[in-house]
């Protein structure tokens, strides 16, 4: 298995990742999160796993929540410390998590989960999840599902973006196949026209069947377990990119 920081997208090239990837991208999945935990917890203590280069801390601290980030990889971090200071912020991976009953709420957005290497890692990872959340902690997660992805490749999404140079200096392509029901290709594709940069890389995103991950954690304990087509709350449907929410029950 690759390191994050071993692919382009999160190492070398991560001080680059808000010039092609902008604050605004994903907000309403932002909003609709923040406006879920505030329902229960106004200043809620939150975790971020794979919080990467903390839009969604940047925006949790400014709606009022205390937020904490993880991510192994360096130069995402160094971006988010500019967010929300180094205080908040955790070098580290999610194998290693070790927090006990620390946080109303959890959260690991696009796919960071899926860096796991396999179901029993996975697995080992939700119960270290479960041991870090008070009684009645909630979890917002976005987990791939391949299934409903495309069977091959297909033409890229290109966004443009202006990087250093002019509006359009950053070109961001990406695109996903299922390789098989478990593992989802997702290809990324990095120009930037005025240094001259590029690179391509294929990462593997896997155990990405979130029907599979929803039924490990109703095994594990978690109750009120849900898959989400969007941030509209909309049932599960055909989108390879649900939520997965899920709380703890109050101890009695
Ligand atoms: C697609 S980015 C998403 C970043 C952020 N959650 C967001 O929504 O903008 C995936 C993140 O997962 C992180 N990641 C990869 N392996 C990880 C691991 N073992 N533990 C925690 N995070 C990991 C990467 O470094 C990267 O920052």
């Not at 991208?25 to 990467?52: S, T, W």
């Not at 949790?60 to 908040?88: F, H, S, T, Y």
């Not at 996903?176 to 026209?193: G, I, K, N, S, V």
């Not at 001259?196 to 155990?207: A, I, R, S």
Request: hydrophobic fraction near 40%.
């Amino acid at each position: 298995m690759k390191h994050a920081s071993q692919y382009q997208l999160y190492g070398c090239f991560g001080d680059r990742y808000d010039m092609h990837t902008p604050r605004h991208h994903y907000q309403h999945d932002h909003a609709f999160v923040i406006e879920e935990i505030q329902k229960n917890h106004e200043h809620a203590r939150l975790l971020d796993i794979g919080c990467g280069s903390g839009v969604f801390l940047e925006k949790a601290l400014q709606a009022g929540l205390d937020p904490i980030g993880l991510d192994p990889a360096a130069a995402m971090l160094q971006l988010a410390r500019e967010k929300v200071g180094e205080e908040r912020l955790h070098l580290m991976a999610m194998q290693d998590l070790e927090f006990q009953k620390e946080f109303h709420a959890i959260v690991s957005l696009s796919w960071s989960l899926n860096y796991a290497a396999n179901v029993e890692e996975l697995t080992d990872i939700l119960r270290r999840i479960k041991r870090a959340l008070l009684p009645g902690g909630q979890v917002f997660f976005q987990i791939a599902h391949a299934p409903h992805a495309p069977k091959a490749f297909a033409d890229f999404f290109v966004d443009q973006e202006p990087g250093l140079g002019d509006a359009q200096d950053i070109t961001f392509k990406y695109r996903f196949a299922t390789r098989d029901f478990e593992t989802l290709l997702a290809q990324y594709q990095f120009h930037c026209h005025s240094t001259g940069e590029y690179f391509e890389e294929t990462h593997l995103l896997n155990v990405a069947d979130a029907e599979m991950v929803a039924q490990i954690m109703r095994g594990l304990g978690f109750k009120n377990v849900k898959l989400l087509e969007n941030h509209q709350g909309d049932p599960f449907q055909k989108t390879f990119n649900p939520f997965l929410i899920a709380s703890l029950p109050f101890e009695k």
